[in-house]
Each structure stands twice: as C-alpha cells, then as structure tokens.
C-alpha cells in the first residue's frame, strides 16, 4: 500500500523532534538510572496535547494511528520511557475506544485524551501470560454486579493509573465459567492492593507493579462493554490494531541507537585512523541504517493501513508483521551498536546500554515475538485465529 506523511502528519514529525531533541534527551539517563516515575515528561506530553494524538476528532486527536506512531517514533528515539508514557496510556484507551458503552466512554476518555486521567492494563498473571484463557483471577456474579479475586502481575503504569481494565474470569453465582472479560476498576477501590514494582533491565521509569484483589466489589456497568456484547474480544481486537505503536518505539529505538554510534565512532581513532573509516564498521552502519529504514516502512504502512479502515482478522497480521519485524531489529541494532562503541559500550557512562537493556523488553510485550509469528503463520497457511489463546493478546 502507498502512503505519503500529510502536512498534519510532518508538523507532528517536525514537533516532537524538535522537543525530544530540546527536552526529552537529556532527562533520558537520568530517568533509567534512578527508576523514578518521570512526571515532567508526563507535564509536557501533556502541555503537548499528545496524549489525544490517536484519539478521534471528537475527543481533541487526530484519529491517526500513523501520526500517533510518529510522535513516539521521535520520543523513543531519545527516550524509552518518555514514550512508554504514551503507549501504556493508550493500550486501556484502545480497549475503552473499541469495547466500551457509551457510558464508560464517556466516563473515562476524554480524561484519557487530556492527560487528566491515567489508566493501565491488567491481563498477566504468574501462570498465564501468553495464554490469557488460563486466568485464575474471578469476577463472581452477584445481584449487585461482581466481586474479583486473584493476583495479577507485570501491570505498568498501575501505581500511578485512575482506573485499571483488569481481564477475568467470570463466573456465575454457582461458580460456572462464563468467560473472559475486562473490568474497569478504579485504583482507589477496596481490596484493591499494587504491590512492590520489579526490578526492571529495561523500561525502568515506568514501573511494573503486581496486583491483589481480595474481593473487590464492583456495579455491573464496571464490565467493559454492554450485556451480551463481548467487550473482551472487542477490546482485544483494539489492542491488536494497536501493535503498529509497539514497533514504532522500536524504529525509534535503533534509529536513536544509530545516531550514537554514528558519534561514537565518528570521533574515535584505532591504527591510526579513524574507526568510522574501517570497512567492517562502515558496513555495519549501512546495515543498521538499512534495516531501520525497512522497519520503518512496514510500521508505517501497518498504520496507514490501519487508518484506512483495514480491521480484524484481516489488519492481525499486518500489524502483527510490523511489531515483531520493527522489534527484532530494533534488538539486532542495538546490538550492533554495543559492538561499536566496544568496552564503553558495556559502561553505564554511555548511552548505548539503555537502548540495548529497553531494545529486548520489545520483544516481549504485548504479545511476545513467538505469539507474532504464530498469527503471521495462522495467516498465511489460511488458518483460523485461535481466538482464547495467546494471540488474543
Ligand atoms: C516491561 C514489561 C511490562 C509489561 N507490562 C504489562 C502490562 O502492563 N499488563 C500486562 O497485562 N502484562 C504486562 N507485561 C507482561 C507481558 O505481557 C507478558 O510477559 C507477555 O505476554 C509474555 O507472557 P509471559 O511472560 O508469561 O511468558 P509465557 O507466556 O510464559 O511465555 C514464555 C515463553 O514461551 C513462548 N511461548 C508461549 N506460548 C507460545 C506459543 N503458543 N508458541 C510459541 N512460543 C510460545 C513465549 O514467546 C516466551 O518466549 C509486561 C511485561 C514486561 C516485561
């Protein structure tokens, strides 16, 4: 499919660059050395009006899904977790967007749009991450509408969020399985409890928290959805559509990962001549430069298919095409860039780490790049989705 950036797409390509450059870089080390949640970058995306980029017209955005993948093209390549900002905001939109009543979409999205909400996603649990039909967490039907228990895991952004889209499984009062749903459950909720964040290599500014419901009761409209209309598979399918986002931080990543190894070696000298001059660098360089670009063109595609209306099973595969392609070059560059900076590579003195620790969390979430190439394969060897396995994640 052919695409050009329109004007509306070069100012936001223009204006996040412009404000990476200026702002958002030199905050970078700081935020994945002390882990510590960076609410400035969270103020100025917001002052930035980019948290409604993706939103449609009517709460504030541009309903792009290209122009949302630029802008975090241009904060990952200066800052993972300045643009984690974004994405781990967008996730529960997407599902909220594509799974919720008028009510609940009234509720909370024009806060998200703003930034004057925070939200996460919940669906991990120790047991079951790929494979989201082995939840053990239970919504128990009750006449008031539902009370949850279990433990989640992995859950970003859940310190800090006003409402958490938790996925369980519900049952009804006899203790039957009804199927897989997502709840909307405000952080303040009783028996509601965020555990201690992980340790992360990579990612680090945005924590990762654990989850402990202990009977949380919730009103029946805090399901996500209307009765008798799946709001799981819905939000899911929305989460798919959003898998062009996850790549493009990934072109951001080895394009940021290219450009310090361009200076690096542009001012170093070996056998007294200058690195960049070896033929074994140049070549890496080239490939590196290569592959971005081959990223960036399946991300921008995916998402400029996307915006032209491109859905379902049908958008699965492009998109999960463009996540897992983007991703593994994004690691494959970051490598090379490490090789190309040598021991000072391996110092935390030097940027190139970073890119290298955030480069393989990519490869993991939202679907790692196994489950990707599943639904590639489903769809070229003309199979069925698996539709309560890993793909649905
Ligand atoms: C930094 C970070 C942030 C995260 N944030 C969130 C969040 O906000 N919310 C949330 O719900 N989760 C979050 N996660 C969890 C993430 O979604 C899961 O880690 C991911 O889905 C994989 O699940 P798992 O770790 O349980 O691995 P498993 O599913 O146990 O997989 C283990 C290995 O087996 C492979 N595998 C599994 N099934 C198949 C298959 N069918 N075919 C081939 N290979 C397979 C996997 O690819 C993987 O390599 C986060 C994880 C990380 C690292």
Redo the contacts with the bound molecule.
């Keep these: 499919m052919a695409y050009l950036l329109d004007d509306d797409q070069l100012q936001v390509q223009a204006l996040v660059r412009r404000v990476a450059r200026e702002k958002v870089a030199r905050r970078a080390a700081d935020i994945d050395r002390t882990a510590e949640y960076p609410q400035d970058m969270y103020d100025l995306l917001r002052e930035l009006g980019l948290f409604a980029l993706p939103f449609p017209a009517e709460y504030g955005g541009s309903g792009s899904l290209l122009s949302s993948c630029i802008a975090v093209e241009e904060l990952g390549r200066v800052c993972y977790n300045t643009a984690y900002l974004l994405i ?1 905001q967008w ?1 529960p939109f997407g599902a909220i967007l594509g799974g919720g009543s008028d009510e609940q979409k009234a509720r909370w999205l024009p806060g998200l749009a703003s930034g004057e909400l925070r939200a ?5 649990e120790s047991q ?4 989201v039909a082995g939840f053990k967490t239970t919504a128990r039907r009750t006449a008031g509408g539902y009370v949850l228990n279990g433990a ?6 859940s310190h800090i969020a006003d409402v958490i889209l938790v ?1 369980a499984q519900t049952v009804d009062e006899s203790g039957r399985k009804e199927g897989v749903s997502l709840f909307l459950v405000e952080r303040d909720r009783p028996g509601l409890t965020i555990g201690k964040p992980e340790d ?1 290599m ?2 680090r500014g945005v924590p ?1 928290c654990p989850l402990f419901l202990d009977d949380v009761r919730l009103p029946a409209n805090a399901r996500l959805g209307e009765q008798g209309r799946s709001g799981f598979k819905v939000a899911m399918e929305a989460l798919n559509a959003s898998r062009p986002l996850i790549g493009a931080r990934a072109v951001g990543l080895a394009q940021g990962a290219t450009d310090h190894a361009v200076e690096f070696i542009s001012g170093r000298t070996a056998f007294g001549q200058p690195v960049s001059e070896f033929q074994g660098m140049r070549w890496m360089i080239a490939d590196m430069a290569m592959r971005t670009e081959a990223a960036r063109q399946i991300v921008y595609s995916a998402a400029a298919q996307g915006d032209a209306g491109l859905k379902g099973s049908a958008f699965a595969p492009v998109a999960a095409m463009a996540k897992c392609f983007a991703t593994d070059v994004a690691m494959d560059v970051a490598t090379q860039a490490v090789q190309i900076f040598g021991a000072a590579g391996i110092s935390a003195d030097y940027p190139i780490n970073r890119y290298f620790r955030d480069a393989k ?1 990519l490869q ?8 990707q ?2 639904i590639i394969a489903d769809s070229v060897l003309g199979r069925p989705a698996r539709p309560r ?2 793909q649905d ?1």
């Design positions: 781990v996730a996460a996603l919940s669906l991990t079951s991450g790929s494979d989640k895991i992995w859950c970003t952004n996925g992360k990579g990612g990762s969390i993991i979430v939202e679907g790692t790049n196994q489950i190439r599943n396995k890993a994640q």
